[in-house]
């Protein structure tokens, strides 16, 4: 019997119509860049620009669908790797969603965060793959002192992602990033200034009396961020 085509419609299971429910073979390269091309959306290509998103190499494809595809694609951080290096907006961020963050090296975060170009993509490697990497911490210092416009962005959103998602971490650890927080919020581009106040919303912790734990983030700024300077535009985007 012929096994079935990765069709656009990314079936919801990924075996042959058999009844054996015998595995498809894993994903490559190749067969996820076709899948993507079909999955391409020009109404939301026309979009990104809208959405403050600029990148050279892009198929418009809408975030809940690159999901979807991520998990019948399942964990794969070889795949990912060869998908980053392609340079395509979509296939980048895929990649995030793929990837296993427990392979994730340091040498590799710093080649991956030189090609950081648009919020989305920082925010998915921050959020998917960097926050359980082991190197995350580190990171998100290292970053922070970093001029380039979205590796700065990759800090902040790094460290708001670390304060509810490393729940073992101790307090002191947030507060001390605070202080980076507030050393590098004058930063008046707009990408970095938006992603500054994420961990000002998210760090801030209440611990409970008998367990020592931190409870539910209080959605309140715990730290001083100036005031953005006279005339500084604004942008119509939420990011």
Known sequence: MKAPSRSSSIPKKRFRNSGTREKLPPWTKTAV???????????????LAYFGVHVP????????????????????????RQLWTTGIHEARILATLIGESEKVTSAEMDRWVRDFDAWDLVDAACCYLYAQAKPAWSKAAAWSRRREEFVKRASFSLIAYLSYKDETAPDARFVRYLRVIEREAHDERNFVRKASTGPCETSGKEINGSTGKRSAPRRESVCRVPAPPAGLPRTRFAN
């Open 33 to 47: 860049l076709r899948e993507l091309k079909t999955l391409a959306d020009p109404k939301v290509r026309a979009k």
């Open 57 to 80: 190499k892009a198929y418009g494809i809408s975030a809940p669908v690159l999901h979807q595809f991520a998990k019948h694609i399942g964990k794969d951080h070889r795949l990912a």
